[in-house]
């Protein structure tokens, strides 16, 4: 799995950007890259350094829909 989180645009010019509080991800995203990963690096063979990143809103909807393609309806 590859997570990517964004912070809002306004987090510097706020303050936030500092460190010195605590910082909220604005979006946060997520792809399973396992195939990609075997496709893009010919099984292995050659270092991928750059996949297109096409992830879907991590949220309570998209953990239940990755459970259920991983355990079934269990």
């Known amino acids: 799995m590859l997570v990517i ?3 809002a645009e306004d987090a ?5 950007g500092t460190g010195s509080a ?11 890259i396992t ?4 496709r893009e ?4 063979t050659k270092p991928v ?5 096409a992830g879907e809103r991590l949220d309570l909807a998209s953990v ?4 259920e393609r991983v355990i079934g309806g269990k």
């Open 5 to 7: 989180g964004t912070f």
């Open 12 to 16: 510097e010019e706020d303050g936030r």
């Open 22 to 32: 605590k910082q909220e991800f604005a979006d946060v995203r997520w792809m399973e």
């Open 35 to 38: 195939s990609v990963l075997q």
């Open 41 to 44: 690096s010919a099984n292995g």
């Open 49 to 53: 350094k750059q996949i297109e990143f």
């Open 64 to 67: 239940r829909k990755w459970r």
